[in-house]
């Protein structure tokens, strides 16, 4: 069994459940930010529901963790952290790979236990007197929370730091509850030592990665609120309206046939994310990003950003994001440009097309200076009084 020494920080994600590129990085970023923060990191987790578990070799989510299991021996022992340095809880309570013994003297010795955007809790969370949550999913959370659903309210309700990426809650014009509880604003991270910021050549498209609709629309206060397929249909025509071309890898329930006659080009996201180096080189084959926000996103003026953009800006591709109300705290304008319609994508792409590298460099600038892993991450531990 190890013993620790300080400083310990105990990270709870989700990457052997949702075992993609940009799931993993979503993680990674976090763990490598506390590692040059100076922290040692134990990975932790847990199998919170039925079937939660996704196997990409038959494309189909289970309750078998074997697949989860041997993706993290894969993936983590390349950023710093062995098998005795990781606790995956299944849905029997068996601890894999560090043992409960492990997990237990990780959690007593560790500084803080840091939730990544995973409605994670079990008893032992308790040794560690010092947790915060991280929501990644902004209205979707607060709202279940207000509703009791289970999962999410038992977890959160153990947590007195809470994260959010809807940046904007509490504003007047954000409609974001506060669910009874009190929210710090953050941001997605990148450890931009992950992406090299390569030259762009040749006529590169417009790409993103995107889940077509990761559930069902609900409503909240009279107003129904839906997924990125909702806010899609408004962009539908926008291959044909210019010359650039749009490589959309997209999962979920697609109509796909639809999507082609309309001019976009599908690539297969399983190929694309498969892996770390694929993904990247996804990222580094395109010309920027063209990213569409959740509908929830979008009409609660959450602010929210994504944590794919922060990847494409990292290797110096510019950004078209979906406005949410972001531009109020990130500089726009180089770099990223802020959409709400065709005519506004339209227009970026004609000064992109004008003045690309300086906008890629500006992605890579703004990428350092607002999404650093080690920065955001060191500011939220003050925040919270963890250091």
């Not at 920080?9 to 990085?25: C, E, H, N, R, S």
């Not at 509850?177 to 762009?200: G, I, S």
């Not at 749009?246 to 994310?273: E, I, N, S």
Request: charge should be negative; proline fraction near 7%; glycine fraction near 8%.
């Amino acid at each position: 069994m190890a013993t620790y020494k300080p400083p310990l920080a105990v990270l709870i994600g989700f990457i052997g459940k949702f075992p993609v590129a940009g799931m993993t990085l979503y993680n990674l970023h976090y763990i490598v930010g506390l590692q040059e923060l100076g922290y040692e990191v134990h990975y932790v987790e847990r199998q919170n529901r039925p079937q939660e578990c996704y196997d990409p070799s038959i494309d189909e989510f289970t309750d078998n963790p074997g697949y989860a299991l041997r993706y993290l021996e894969r993936v983590l022992p390349r950023f710093g952290i062995p098998p005795e340095r990781c606790s995956f809880i299944d849905s029997g309570d068996h601890c894999h790979c560090s043992g409960w013994d492990g997990l237990r003297n990780a959690l007593v010795h560790s500084d803080f236990a840091l939730t990544i955007a995973d409605n994670t809790w079990f008893d032992e969370l308790e040794r560690c007197p010092q947790r915060a949550f991280v929501d990644g999913d902004p209205l979707f959370t607060q709202v279940a929370m207000l509703e009791g659903e289970p999962v999410i309210s038992t977890a959160i309700e153990h947590y007195d730091i809470l994260f959010t990426y809807g940046v904007r809650m509490g504003m007047a014009d954000c409609t974001i509850p506060m669910a009874n509880r009190t929210w710090f604003p953050t941001r997605p991270v990148v450890a931009t030592r992950l992406w090299d910021p390569t030259p762009a050549v040749g006529p590169l498209p417009l790409t993103t990665v995107m889940n077509w609709s990761a559930g069902k629309d609900f409503s909240y206060d009279g107003v129904v609120y839906g997924h990125k397929n909702r806010e899609f249909e408004r962009f539908i025509d926008l291959p044909r309206m210019t010359a650039r071309r749009f490589v959309l890898a997209a999962g979920g329930p697609a109509p796909k046939a639809r999507m082609r006659a309309h001019g976009w080009q599908l690539a297969d996201p399983l190929d694309k994310t498969g892996t770390i180096e694929s993904y990247q080189t996804f990222i580094a084959d395109s010309f920027g990003d063209f990213g569409i926000a959740k509908h929830a996103y979008v009409a609660s003026h959450s602010g929210w950003f994504s944590d794919r953009s922060t990847c494409y800006l990292a290797a110096g591709r510019p950004v078209l994001h979906q406005e949410t109300g972001f531009s109020d705290w990130l500089p726009t304008g180089e770099g990223i440009f802020p959409f709400s319609t065709v005519d506004d994508v339209l227009v970026a792409l004609e000064e992109l097309d004008a003045n690309y590298e300086r906008h890629a460099e500006a992605a890579r600038r703004i990428a350092e200076e607002h999404f650093e892993a080690s920065k955001v991450v060191g500011r939220m531990l003050d925040e919270a009084g963890f250091r």
